[in-house]
Nanobody
Framework: QAQLVESGGGLVQAGGSLRLSCAAS????????MGWFRQAPGKEREFVAA????????YYTDSVKGRFTISRDNARATVYLQMNSLKPEDTAVYYC????????????????WGQGTQVTVSS
């Protein structure tokens, strides 16, 4: 069993930056690929980014490529999402998730989820 706790969300103006963190506990963090998903009001949860267990591979949805960076620190059992050049359409609740199935865009392949952190980007 793994527990995930996100932090770092908030209100930022368009063009600004935020860094989300997700601290994991309960099982060996390095066993998991990690992902970030988001859900905007009235929309389905969507994939944002994922990183393999050792950080060697990363994946992004097209809308965030070049603006967001996912990384992980296995010694601190933490995954990060650096978000730059934020846009109002990035407004959503952001969730981190852990997968034993490798880095994936499919939410169904993630085994554990955090409670989410709100990101609001004003225009």
């Amino acid at each position: 069993q793994a527990q995930l706790v996100e932090s770092g969300g908030g209100l930022v103006q368009a063009g600004g930056s935020l860094r989300l963190s997700c601290a994991a506990s309960g099982r060996t963090f390095s066993s998991y690929a990690m992902g970030w998903f988001r859900q905007a009001p009235g929309k389905e949860r969507e994939f944002v980014a994922a990183v393999s267990w050792n950080g060697g591979s990363t994946y992004y949805t097209d809308s965030v490529k070049g603006r967001f960076t996912i990384s992980r620190d296995n010694a601190r059992a933490t995954v990060y999402l650096q978000m730059n050049s934020l846009k109002p359409e990035d407004t959503a609740v952001y969730y981190c998730a852990a997968s034993l199935h490798g880095g994936s865009r499919r939410s169904s392949l993630y085994d554990y989820w955090g409670q989410g952190t709100q990101v609001t980007v004003s225009s």
